[in-house]
């Protein structure tokens, strides 16, 4: 349950009492995306949640996969709720989080992008591009996406069915 529209706070109600809870969140950059890291690592401190940082935090080239990966792999297992990973496009590093088992990555420029991933995809982890969109519109959408609550319905009988094809190889 969301406590007001843009409200990144999630809670649930049992025998009339409200439990509130922030979420573990894992942060990665490539060194093109660090323009984006700091903003919205701010954020996401101030709406109150955890973040779990995976790099980088230096403008030194790398190779994203070895940065994007263990994130993923962080929300997989369980160690964090979310993920927003970043880079110069997104893409890439939307293709990484996506080969991760149970991973469901939205790349968002734009936050009904980032809040239909959540609600009708019930996607875990957000990709954006610093290359692609301003700080502006990354918090607009990180706002979107953790404050997104999957719809259900029609789109649990195809989010099942993506999980599936993940099980069939």
């Not at 940082?53 to 790398?62: I, K, L, Q, R, Y």
């Amino acid at each position: 349950m969301n406590f007001y529209p843009g409200s990144p706070l999630r809670g649930r109600k049992e025998a009339g009492v409200l439990y509130l809870f922030a979420m573990r969140v894992a942060l990665a950059t490539d060194h093109a995306g660090l323009p984006l890291k700091g903003p919205i690592a701010d954020w996401l401190t101030a709406a109150g949640h955890e973040v779990v940082d995976f790099g980088v935090n230096d403008p030194t080239p790398v190779d994203y996969p070895d940065i994007i990966a263990p994130a993923a792999r962080a929300v997989a297992a369980g160690e964090c709720e979310r993920a927003i990973v970043l880079g110069g496009s997104g893409t890439g590093e939307q293709i990484v989080a996506n080969k991760v088992r149970g991973i469901r990555c939205v790349e968002a420029a734009d936050p009904v992008t980032a809040r239909l991933g959540r609600e009708h995809n019930d996607a875990n982890a957000l990709a954006m591009g610093a290359r692609i969109i301003g700080s502006e519109v990354a918090l607009a959408c990180v706002a979107a996406f953790m404050s997104g609550e999957f719809q259900g319905g029609r789109h649990a009988r195809r989010v099942a069915k993506i999980s599936a094809m993940e099980d069939a190889g």
